[in-house]
């Protein structure tokens, strides 16, 4: 994965700047997230932590918490000569994972996203940075392990064909939520046919952010009741704004929210999911792939890689025929060595792709829904 860096901002041509008295609400606080990312024997991973004791963690992830959360620390100006060096100090203070490279994800800043804010605390801007690395032994302060990451999205993964649980689960409350209110219906199923693929509509296994945040409205996740009982209390007093209050329309449904993975704290599951959208929006036009893998590798690993990745199995023949007809992968020269069957041939990245190409993924195809 490459990128540029971003231009740094200038000093303020302000000589003596004078302090901003800043209203209680109206407070802002910087954090760093990290969605650290493994493969190991085809099950994609992500890094979590289950304690952290900085300023920005809640008492409960402070005393070991019950919800997986993403490495992330504060951003601390006198410490931090950047965003990015303060992140890689936080994840190895975490995990004890050195970090190779990093890629800024997005930031998230959403209005309540740390529920403290409800009590007059600083709102939590947090900037999320994606780094895809091979899985490692853990160590550091924040009892991190290793997660599926199907575990938080198990209707995203399409190995096995099309996850069962979309048919008798979602489908079923996402219609019962979108019918609870007749003004909204009619949107709201449109919202269920584009995200969720009904009948034979494609499948866009990028749009992972999307469907959760489809399900999260619709309170088919557990952070949403959660968030919800907080919110209730600003509701109560007439103060909570009306582009949130819009959001919690419809029936409750405990069976679906069960049904719907591991849940996160804060806003930690919508992060992954732009990240998971992330990374298999980029097998398409980048290399990612290959730094997941070691140097050496057969085919058949490079192809069930990327299937873990993207949720679905691929062709074969078409999948080896794009690799080597766009120049991604020469062979070695080498071979496995296996314990019977025939050995398999070694192959590596093609580097000089990079300069020839702006674009080199691996590429993956339309998925067809079929009952």
Do not use: C
Request: hydrophobic share 40%; no cysteine.
């Amino acid at each position: 994965m490459t990128s540029a860096q971003a231009p740094q901002p200038q000093p303020s041509p302000q000589a003596n700047p004078q302090p901003i008295s800043q209203p209680m609400g109206e407070r802002a606080s910087i954090g760093l997230t990290a969605v650290i990312v493994a493969v190991t024997r085809e099950v994609p991973r992500v890094l979590v932590v289950r304690r952290l004791t900085h300023d920005l963690a809640t008492p409960q992830q402070q005393a070991s918490g019950d919800w997986d959360a993403l490495p992330f620390g504060p951003f601390a100006p006198e410490r931090h000569r950047t965003l990015e060096q303060g992140l890689r100090r936080w994840v190895t203070e975490l995990t004890g994972l050195p970090l190779g490279y990093v890629e800024q994800l997005y930031t998230f800043g959403d209005r309540y996203r740390d529920l403290r804010e409800v009590d007059g605390d600083a709102r939590v801007v947090s900037v999320g940075y994606i780094a895809l690395t091979r899985e490692a032994p853990l160590s550091g302060s924040g009892a991190a392990e290793w997660h599926d990451w199907y575990s938080y999205f198990p209707w995203e993964d399409w190995r096995d064909g099309r996850p069962a649980m979309i048919a008798r689960t979602l489908l079923p409350a996402l219609e019962r939520w979108a019918d609870h209110d007749s003004e909204l219906a009619a949107a709201r199923r449109d919202r269920v046919h584009t995200t969720f693929s009904r009948d034979d509509d494609a499948w866009d296994y990028e749009r992972v952010l999307e469907r959760y945040e489809l399900l999260y409205e619709a309170g088919l996740v557990a952070e949403a009741p959660r968030d919800r009982a907080v919110l209730a209390r600003l509701a109560q007093n007439g103060k909570l704004p009306a582009d949130v209050a819009g959001l919690w329309s419809g029936p409750v449904q405990p069976e679906a929210q069960a049904a719907t993975g591991i849940p996160m704290a804060q806003d930690n599951r919508r992060i992954l999911a732009a990240a998971l959208g992330r990374v298999r929006g980029k097998l398409k036009y980048r290399p990612v792939v290959f730094d997941l893998l070691p140097p050496q590798f057969t085919l058949f690993q490079l192809q069930r890689l990327v299937e873990a990745l993207s949720g679905v199995r691929l062709h074969k023949q078409n999948f080896r025929r794009l690799l080597i007809a766009g120049g991604l992968v020469e062979p070695t020269g080498a071979l496995e060595v296996r314990t019977g069957g025939r050995p398999a041939e070694l192959y590596r990245f093609r580097r000089e792709i990079l300069r020839e190409r702006a674009a080199a993924g691996v590429g993956l195809p339309t998925i067809r829904i079929t009952e």
